[in-house]
């Protein structure tokens, strides 16, 4: 595997992102064992306290970014203020965000970066080739996502990798996004995932045994897209990284 810097105008520039979206630990422990066991250093988006993340930063496993949830009702505060204050609790020091939803606005980038974030990747372009940074005008470093795992069944698409390789090895940023719960079990459809996300803050590996996809899904797809990254000897970035990168 390379470790030279990659060059988004001449070639694919892969980076592996999640959302962790009140998953437990069990299912996070899951994402982060695929991960290493790949060389992969993900960047991770965060809506609650998570061990297993906390120590995976430590040893240099991960990165970690905030997850605010800014939706009407939400756990994370009733404004817009209190949402950021939370996050930041979550990752203090933080440079990253996502949000819930891909939530948006003036108000909330301006607030963010004031808070000292830098880099986000906050939009998702599913499967548009060619993709580059953005510059958000308040100051914000941009890195739209190229592929995620539910935004890939809303579209109808095909759990078989090889139909979609010349999409992800066209030159552009590739960063993918995918989330524990639905990694952990395979999900392929919104149908199963709507009978079981109930146990997303619970899910273990008993439960998870009886509970994963057997059939070909998003879990599937990411192992298969991994193979085919390495074989072709391109490595993974960190959003971190990939704002160095020029």
């Known amino acids: 595997m390379t470790t030279a810097l990659s060059d988004w105008r001449t070639e694919p520039v892969f980076a592996l992102t999640s959302d962790t979206d009140w998953a437990s630990e069990y299912a996070i422990e899951q994402l982060l064992g695929f991960a290493a066991a790949r060389g992969i250093r993900p960047t991770v988006f965060l809506t609650h306290e998570s061990p297993a993340l906390q120590r995976a930063a430590a040893a240099g496993q991960a990165e970690l970014g905030i997850h605010p949830n800014f939706l009407p009702g ?19 020091g933080t440079r990253l965000w996502r949000s819930h939803a891909f939530l948006d606005g003036t108000h909330i980038a301006l607030k963010l970066f004031n808070a000292g974030i830098r880099i986000d990747s906050n939009l998702c372009l599913y499967l548009q080739q060619g993709l580059q940074p953005l510059e958000h005008w308040v100051g914000i470093r941009r890195f739209p996502v190229f592929w995620e795992d539910d ?65 070909p899904g998003s879990a599937d797809f990411l192992a298969a897209l991994a193979d085919a990254v390495a074989a072709r000897g391109l490595r993974w970035h960190t959003l971190t990284e990939l704002a160095a990168l020029g």
Do not use: M
């Open 151 to 215: 935004v890939h069944w809303h579209r109808g698409g095909a759990w078989s990798f090889e139909r979609y390789q010349e999409d992800f090895f066209s030159p552009g940023l590739k960063v993918i996004n995918v989330h524990p719960f639905i990694h952990a079990l395979n999900i392929p459809d919104d149908r199963s995932y709507q009978s079981v996300k109930n146990h997303i803050p619970s899910l273990t590996a008993d439960s998870a045994k009886a509970l994963r996809w057997s059939g």
């Open 74 to 92: 939400s756990s994370h505060g009733a404004d817009v203020d209190a949402v950021v204050a939370h996050a930041f609790r979550l990752v203090p």
